[in-house]
């Protein structure tokens, strides 16, 4: 939240002189008088700077909100003034020596959060005497120690904030923490995940990312289901990677540890909105249980040394091929002085004859370009048709089923350590975290297609 | 809050038992919050259709509510209270009437047009001034009604004025907001609702206190019936009208008496609720006069007596007729029973004999209050749902066991019993239940909103909730009405009934 001594807080134009002229301000309990004779008891509210200049907004006592036109307005008459001043509750977090360390990380989502009524805006807990006030079972789970890395939305996070995030990561597990959780907005959530898992290798501890679907100010959020789940990975859990916990289905039931390498956002509101791609997810994480779903990962080993390898060259990017495309956006980004091209390919890896010539000029001009397919599912097996081929010549690297913003993360991350044409190729097709897995499990593919008889008489006896 | 009782307490006592008394005497004050479900072929939210029924589903979601922080820093009562009840709360969603947004994993689309338009017509039918900017709020629910946690609603308009009886019946505020969950069933933590008619818009016309009797209420629950008909643009036929009453007497508090379904029924809920009321203050003087004089003053104490109690003949004290239902012989499914010991707990309540069964209602003690906080928060709903000493069951040997649960809880002659049953955790949320109750029974009518029963009485449903549980919706913008557009809609308005009459 941003402070602001501005008594006119977003009111402008006609609206801020109107009420300058009345001797009103932001936080003035009035009565309004319109030109119908109606009269409005309430507090003038700060306005929304993204709103129109005509209006005033006045909570009313009942509660509710309403616009008056400046226009309308005969007389204001002020009768008190009372800012609201909010703060979160804070009890102290209970220590229990027998119970695990774990330190969650604050990166600017709100993982439990109160609403500002009057403004909407919304102030986060964060510190572990307000996690505590609006969460209190993660006393009984851990000791945990709060550290706020920065307070941004996800869509602002990038490269600099990477490599604060893992260093950050690093200290906490040198300081001998169980488990680190970290509260991220959900949008990016799955590049942190993935960058996080080459930028911090070998760790002890599982490193566990979380947000929530459905902001926590509400009755119905799962932000603090999701936190719970998430502490209890990070302080009992047997995974030490970077890994996602989210909601499993949509209902208040289970949560997923997803690796952080092979998970990915796929609903833009759902709960349930991140799916394992290509492969299972890790673990299935209830309030009282854990219930793995593989074997293979690395598992928990205090005795392990973390490494922190934070490198990167941010001058990398995603192409999405679609049909038609023109040689000359390819051209643009080598002339921008990109370094690295990840392409989200059609089919099993290929963009139409016309691009070839550009990319092999890039190629020529020490540009990195690699193959990823857009299907999210499936292999990029580009010796199948003669396209493929005629790319693998060029010297396009193929990534097998690596995901796009995965491949986007690492080349990043790869090209902080070199941009040798043989290295960076054998480190891209070289899997640190089952970023490109050998085989793909059959149940790794399962979108289940709704309307088929098959598939309701599955929805209907399963939670959502 | 303390009020004194500005009548003679013997000529009431007297009337009360005869179940009639003077409504004017009492004070009798009654405001109305009307609800009419809108005819748009669209939900207010959604573009799922309106007005479309089922009575099965093809999905299932699960979930529960947690309380938000309010703005003191402090849980809102009523959020709290419903947070205690630990519901399993269960939707039955059917493809052809809802979609991701009435589940709650879609935010909401632009709030639909069509539906203010016809809110602001009714406005101007009831001579409301049309707000300017219509701001959609946040109503918290915690009951499961609306799977959000909140009811999304907004004034349109204010300051209406509706002819009656010779004299302005003061229309406060208009409101267009979404319609709740249909209730499939509400036992133990298990809470099912049918999503088709959630998110259908609605108005609320919110009346001033201004009604005398319960035979003025019918009368104006008819007539704003009629204003919205006119316009021939809200629903009409079963569950499309629903009205909320809200009843007080002088030196008593404003009680909702919740979704009364047709304005026949009004009278007689109004009647009873008065007679709480007036009841309810005579026990606030009775405890008053036995030194309990604030909220403080009541201490319980309660212990298991689970044991004690396993070779009694009271059958209803027995885990396996706690486990099934009453009514079938039925066992109730794992999420309706919390986990934990079976427990019977019997609660002292030190000097209040003879108050568990005084008069509250036609027909009904105190003890039915208790009953409704414990069924409504404890969960503990199989029925009888408690016993108490005011008015033990009569069986053989009635007199003996009650003696020996006295005994038990270290009762002195002066003091009463309460006996509960269930899972421990929740015979122990009961004790606490009842403390609480007759705490607010020291201040005299607590600030409750019930349902009505079909008897004409009423029963606890939760604790009413204040101006805190509004928050603005940051998922909506606020939606402009132009003067043009409010002057093109009075174009077409209809006479209003009163007009016709004259």
């Known amino acids: ?464 | 809050m303390l009020g004194s009782l500005h009548f003679p307490l013997a000529n009431l006592e007297r009337r009360a038992v005869e179940g009639s008394i003077d409504y004017e005497q009492v004070g009798l004050r009654v405001g109305l919050e009307v609800h009419q479900q809108l005819l748009t072929e669209q939900k207010m939210f959604c573009r799922c259709p309106a007005g479309l029924y089922t009575e099965h589903h093809d999905g299932i979601v699960l979930r529960h509510m947690r309380p938000t922080l309010s703005e003191l820093g402090e849980y809102d009562g009523t959020a709290l209270m419903e947070f205690k009840t630990k519901k399993n709360i269960v939707y039955l969603l059917h493809k052809s009437n809802v979609c991701t947004y009435e589940m709650d994993d879609t935010p909401p689309f632009i709030v639909n047009r069509r539906a203010i338009d016809i809110a602001i017509e009714h406005c101007l039918m009831l001579g409301c001034d049309v707000v300017d900017e219509v701001h959609i709020a946040r109503k918290q629910y915690l009951d499961g009604s609306i799977p959000t946690g909140f009811q999304r609603t907004a004034i349109v308009g204010v300051n209406g004025r509706l002819p009656f009886r010779g004299r302005q019946l003061t229309v406060i505020q208009v409101s267009v907001e979404e319609d709740s969950c249909r209730e499939v069933r509400d036992r133990g933590h298990l809470a099912v609702w049918r999503t088709d008619r959630l998110g259908m818009p609605l108005i609320e016309t919110v009346t001033g206190p201004e009604l005398r009797t319960p035979e003025e209420v019918e009368e104006a629950i008819l007539l704003i019936g009629r204003v919205g008909r006119s316009t021939g643009h809200v629903r009409v036929g079963m569950g499309a009208s629903r009205q909320d009453v809200n009843v007080s007497v002088r030196g008593g508090q404003r009680v909702e008496i919740k979704g009364v379904p047709q304005a026949s029924r009004a009278r007689q809920l109004v009647h009873s609720e008065a007679l709480r009321q007036v009841e309810l203050l005579r026990l606030r003087d009775e405890l008053h006069r036995r030194g309990f004089q604030r909220p403080s003053d009541i201490d319980m104490e309660h212990i298991d007596i689970t044991t004690l109690v396993t070779d009694f003949r009271l059958d209803s004290l027995r885990r396996e007729n706690w486990e099934r239902f009453v009514e079938a012989e039925e066992m109730r499914p794992g999420m309706e029973l919390a986990e934990g010991p079976f427990s019977v707990r019997a609660i002292r309540l030190p000097g209040l004999a003879g108050t568990v069964g005084r008069a509250s209602q036609p027909g009904r003690t105190f003890a039915h209050e208790l009953a409704g906080r414990v069924r409504v928060i404890a969960t503990l709903d199989q029925p009888p749902i408690l016993l108490h000493s005011d008015d033990w069951p009569e069986y053989p040997q009635a007199g003996e066991e009650l003696k020996e649960i006295r005994q038990a809880a270290s009762c002195t002659p002066d003091d009463a019993l309460v006996v509960v049953w269930g899972v421990e955790s929740d015979t122990v949320t009961a004790a606490e239940e009842i403390q609480l109750r007759y705490a607010d029974a020291t201040e005299g009518v607590p600030h409750e909103t019930r349902q009505a029963l079909p008897d004409g009485c009423t029963d606890f449903e939760r604790i009413l909730p204040g101006p805190d549980r509004m928050y603005p919706d940051t998922d909506s913008p606020p939606r402009l009405v132009s003067r043009a557009r409010v002057d093109r809609l009075r174009v077409d308005l209809p006479e209003p009934p009163w007009g016709r009459q004259a």
Request: aromatic share 8%; glycine share 10%; charged share 25%.
């Open chain 1, 1 to 464: 939240m941003t402070e602001t001594n501005d008594p006119l807080k977003g009111y402008r134009g006609r609206a801020r002189e109107r009420l300058q002229a009345l001797g009103v301000r932001v936080w003035s309990e009035v009565r309004i008088l319109n030109e119908e004779g109606s009269s409005f008891e309430g507090v003038i509210l700060p306005r929304s700077e993204t709103s129109d200049d005509l209006h005033v907004v006045v909570k009313l006592a009942t509660g509710y909100n309403v616009g008056l036109h400046i226009d309308r307005i005969r007389e204001i008459q002020e009768l008190g003034f009372k800012e609201a001043i909010y703060k979160i509750p804070e009890q102290e977090f209970p220590e229990s020596p027998d119970l695990p360390k774990v330190t969650l990380l604050g990166t600017g989502g709100t993982i439990a959060s109160r609403l500002d009524y009057r403004t909407g805006a919304v102030i986060p807990a964060f510190t572990p005497g307000e996690l505590y006030g609006a969460v209190p079972e993660l006393a009984e789970l851990c000791n945990l120690t709060t550290r706020k890395i920065f307070g941004v939305f996800s869509e602002n996070m990038g490269w600099e904030e990477y490599v604060t995030l893992a260093r950050a990561v690093g200290d906490e597990i040198e300081a001998g923490v169980d488990g680190v959780v970290i509260g991220h907005g959900t949008d990016t959530m799955g590049h942190t995940a993935a960058v996080l898992s080459f930028m911090v290798q070998n760790s002890p501890v599982p490193i566990v990312l979380v947000g929530s679907q459905r902001s926590s100010d509400r009755p119905s959020s799962d932000a603090a289901l999701n936190l719970i789940h998430a502490v209890r990975s990070a302080a009992y859990g047997d995974v030490a990677e970077v890994q996602i916990c989210m909601f499993g289905p949509t209902s208040d039931q289970y949560g997923l540890l997803h690796r952080g390498t092979r998970c990915r956002k796929m609903h833009s509101s759902y709960r349930s909105t991140f799916r394992t791609v290509g492969d299972i997810p890790l673990c299935r994480v209830s309030a009282t249980e854990f219930e793995p779903l593989t074997d293979e990962y690395l598992p928990r080993n205090s005795h392990r040394r973390v490494k922190i390898d934070p490198l990167y060259d941010d001058r990398v990017t995603i192409l999405y091929y679609y049909p038609g495309m023109k040689p000359d956006i390819v051209d643009a980004l080598v002339e921008q002085g990109y370094q690295g091209i990840i392409i989200a390919g059609t089919g099993l890896g290929h963009v139409n004859k016309p691009v070839f010539p550009a990319l092999e000029r890039a190629i020529e001009k020490g540009v990195h370009v690699v193959m990823t397919v857009q299907t999210l599912w499936g292999y990029a097996q580009m010796y199948v048709y003669d396209t493929g081929r005629d790319l693998l010549d060029i010297g396009i690297v193929p990534l097998d089923n690596m995901l796009p913003e995965t491949a986007l993360m690492k080349l990043g991350w790869v090209l902080g350590h070199t941009h040798d044409h043989d290295e960076v190729r054998e480190m891209m097709r070289h899997s640190f975290s089952h970023e490109i897995t050998e085989r793909e499990p059959h149940n790794g593919y399962l979108i289940l297609q709704g309307g088929l008889p098959e598939t309701e008489e599955f929805v209907l006896s399963q939670w959502k």
